[in-house]
């Protein structure tokens, strides 16, 4: 069965660095962009960072860009979100998600998603 299960949230003061990780089974990522998404309380999902195949190319929003990494080892089948300098406002749950474009249709999944709490 194919799925994704992140790991590495937490509780984490103002300021503080979490790395989250997202491990594909039951499929290869090596065709798939990934990324993270968040949910924070009563706020939709919004995206926070993807990166796409083969060359690597990374977006990230705005409101992270130059604090947040992410990465990819398709060796180990895992995408990485580095998350650096973390404020209250990073608090959301994280969840990855893997994309391939078929051509005549979009394959997706997602993982169950991680708490990211940042509180002092």
């Known amino acids: 069965q194919a799925q994704l299960v992140e790991s590495g949230g937490g509780l984490v003061q103002p300021g503080g660095s979490l790395r989250l990780s997202c491990v594909a089974s039951g499929f290869g990522l090596d065709y798939y962009a990934v990324g993270w998404f968040r949910q924070a309380p009563g706020k939709e999902r919004e995206g926070v960072s993807c990166?796409?195949?083969?060359?690597?190319?990374?977006h990230y929003a705005d409101d992270v860009n130059g604090r947040f990494t992410i990465s990819r080892d398709d060796a180990k089948n895992t995408v990485y979100l580095q998350m650096n300098d973390l404020q209250p406002g990073d608090t959301a749950v994280y969840y990855c998600?893997?994309?391939?474009?078929?051509?005549?249709?979009?394959?997706?999944?997602w993982g169950q998603g991680t708490q990211v709490t940042v509180s002092s």
């Open positions: 998600f893997a994309e391939r474009d078929w051509g005549d249709y979009v394959q997706d999944y």
């Open positions: 990166i796409s195949t083969s060359v690597g190319t990374e």
